[in-house]
């Protein structure tokens, strides 16, 4: 077999941009984009998001974030879908603000704010719950598991902030997540929730 790639319909990017999501909740395809303007003071990133109901056709979807702010996403269900808008950062630390929709993106309402600590780095949701990872002095996740009504740290590294990556949930109750950073591979390990992001622990990778 040979992938054969090609642009899809619907969805406009520019020239530059910075790296974005996609994820996927019973059916549905949520994609946010961060297309790149560039400035004096230099690159500045964008907010697009986009929906499909299958994969090849996508349409525009209004995002609630604040014009100052980068917008990613995680969808919960197929028609509930979190926002989560970042900006105005301050010493290991950044303001985040948190949205809800249960209308698949037509309206929005915004939720607590997940904690001011670390630089937000992802968002994943599941039905039972939502989690942001954040990393600066430190390595975090928050939780929510009322729509966001209230926020608790269910995983926290002192670790200098080494960050995380690829955090997701693959089903209502089982999500993954890799710590570490590339440059320092020693660093990096595989760790799994089975209680819908209540609790974090490492699991042992062994090749072959």
């Not at 609630?64 to 926002?83: G, N």
């Amino acid at each position: 077999n040979v992938d054969s790639w090609h642009p899809v319909t619907g969805v406009t990017t520019g020239p530059a941009g910075f790296p974005g999501e996609i994820s996927v909740a019973q059916g549905v395809f949520w994609v946010a984009l961060h297309p790149a303007i560039v400035t004096a003071q230099g690159s500045q990133a964008l907010s697009a998001l986009y929906r499909s109901l299958n994969g090849v056709t996508w349409h525009s979807e209004p995002e609630p974030c604040p014009p100052d702010t980068v917008a990613s996403m995680a969808a919960a269900t197929s028609a509930r879908v979190f926002v989560v808008c970042a900006g105005g950062g301050a010493a290991g630390s950044q303001e985040k603000s948190a949205y809800v929709s249960n209308n698949s993106g037509a309206s929005y309402v915004r939720v607590a704010d997940p904690p001011f600590g670390g630089d937000f780095e992802a968002v994943a949701a599941s039905p039972a719950s939502v989690s942001v990872g954040a990393a600066s002095g430190a390595t975090e996740i928050y939780a929510s598991f009322n729509d966001g009504l209230t926020w608790t740290t269910t995983l926290g590294f002192g670790d200098g902030g080494l960050g995380l990556s690829d955090l997701g949930f693959t089903t209502a109750t089982q999500g993954v997540v890799i710590h570490g950073s590339p440059a320092y591979p020693d660093s990096l390990q595989l760790l799994m929730t089975r209680d819908g992001g209540r609790q974090w622990v490492v699991v042992a990778v062994s090749p072959g």
